[in-house]
């Protein structure tokens, strides 16, 4: 498997303009997580996806952030309009958890390489 | 908002010398995790010990885990320079609605072992 796979590895734009970035779990995990990684912030976890549900969107930024999981493969981040305080490298990682009542099993979260995000 | 809180945020040391880095955090556990971060590329998971083991071994890697101070500690012996890293805890928790879990991460601590 090649492991998470996030694209652009890159992205300089424009205040104002709209900025997608997407991201390709390793199949068979059901766990989706975007974070957001500064020097000021850390770590912050945006969006928590489970069999493509979003089950915790509260790190999420304001309005102008928005995530979707439309199917297993495949899931977006979009920032409309970018702003230069966005600058950030933007995480996608993927897991074998799963939601279950009593516990969910140990897993750990396989990161892709980022996306580092310019807004000027 | 931030559920593990890493101590030191910088450290430096010589090759062949142990390294040890601390993480707090705030609320109950269902397991806390270390990862790493070379400069540029995504995290990579370096071990995992759950809510009611105290140590645990992974090579050159030693974590204990206290949850009565709600605090654990990742340990390197012989450090190499090739260690040179973030190192990251993360605990996984409930979310804000109880029913779920997630992963949230410290700040991290940023090892240099010297040559």
């Known amino acids: 498997d090649a492991g998470v796979i996030q694209s652009p590895r890159h992205e300089v734009t424009e205040m104002g303009q709209e900025v997608t970035l997407r991201c390709k779990p390793i199949s068979g995990h059901n766990s989706l997580f975007w974070y957001r990684q500064t020097m000021m912030r850390g770590l912050e976890l945006l969006i928590y996806f489970n069999n493509n549900v979003p089950i915790d969107d509260s790190g999420m930024p304001e309005d102008r952030f928005s995530a979707k999981m439309p199917n297993a493969s495949f899931s977006t981040l979009k920032i409309q309009p970018s702003e230069p305080r966005d600058s950030a490298v933007y995480f996608c990682a993927s897991s074998p958890t799963r939601i279950a009542r009593r516990g969910p099993k140990e897993t750990e979260a396989f990161f892709g390489q980022g996306t580092r995000l310019t807004v000027v | 908002s931030q559920q593990g809180e890493e101590d030191p945020q910088a450290l430096s040391i010589q090759e062949g010398e142990n390294a040890t880095m601390n993480c707090s955090y705030k609320?109950?556990?269902?397991?806390l995790q270390w990862y790493r971060q070379n400069s540029g590329r995504g995290l990579v998971h370096l071990i995992l010990?759950?809510?009611?083991?105290r140590e645990k071994h992974s090579g050159r890697l030693r974590v204990t885990l206290d949850t009565s101070k709600k605090s654990s500690s990742l340990l390197i012996t012989a450090s190499r320079a090739a260690d040179t890293a973030s190192y990251f805890c993360a605990t996984d928790g409930l979310t804000s609605g109880g029913s779920n879990y997630k992963l949230t991460f410290g700040k991290g601590t940023l090892l240099t072992v010297n040559p």
């Open positions: 010990i759950r809510s009611n083991e």
């Open positions: 609320t109950s556990i269902n397991n």
